[in-house]
């Protein structure tokens, strides 16, 4: 399916711009007074492709994994591209190559641990008409085996998952309920 149109309306005068970007701040500091500092981007990539949507999640080395959408404007299809970083080393520096590739459009990827402590992943895939999980492979650490779902039988975007101290909650919008408007809780 393609969600670019270079002959659409504005006739391929312009397109926008998205990359990743560093902000040396906490995320509670963002919340309470905004972003404060200078963000550190990314270089970008070639034109007509884009970084978006990032999730960074800590290995027990001390590594950091960090996924992201990356997307070709031609086709419309996103992919899910992984960089590992050393402990330490500078996020902008962070090289990144295909991790996860589908019959359908790939975004804002979501790595957890469950309550055991095994590796679960999110990824948006609205186009596969459900949420879908992968799971660490048991003996198998940081091996991910999957789809398992869906989790919920409708276009899910933008999907979230928290930790409550007593529950999981999901939050995420439908691609066929108003996905600008309505916000879905699940726990």
């Known amino acids: 399916m393609r969600r670019f149109d270079p002959a659409g309306p504005v006739k391929g005068f312009y397109r926008e711009e998205w990359n990743l970007g560093v902000v040396d701040q906490p995320a509670e500091d963002v919340v309470r007074r905004g972003i404060v500092g200078a963000i550190r981007w990314l270089p970008a990539l070639r034109p007509w492709k884009m970084l978006a949507d990032p999730w960074c999640h800590e290995l027990p080395d001390e590594r950091r994994v960090v996924l992201a959408e990356r997307l070709d404007y031609w ?21 990144f190559a295909p991790w996860m590739r589908a019959a359908c459009h790939l975004s804002y990827p979501v790595l957890g641990r469950d309550d055991a402590g095994a590796l679960f992943l999110l990824v948006e895939s609205w186009e596969a008409r459900g949420l879908y999980l992968w799971r660490e492979r048991p003996g198998a650490p940081g091996r ?4 398992v779902g869906p989790l919920v039988a409708r276009p ?16 995420c919008t439908f691609k066929d309920d108003a996905p600008n408007a309505r916000l879905h809780l699940f726990h």
């Open 75 to 95: 086709t419309g299809r996103g992919e899910i591209w992984a960089a590992v970083l050393g402990a330490g080393e500078d996020p902008t520096r962070a090289r």
């Open 144 to 147: 991910l085996h999957g789809p």
């Open 156 to 171: 899910a975007i933008d999907a979230t998952i928290w930790r409550a101290p007593d529950h999981w909650w999901l939050f």
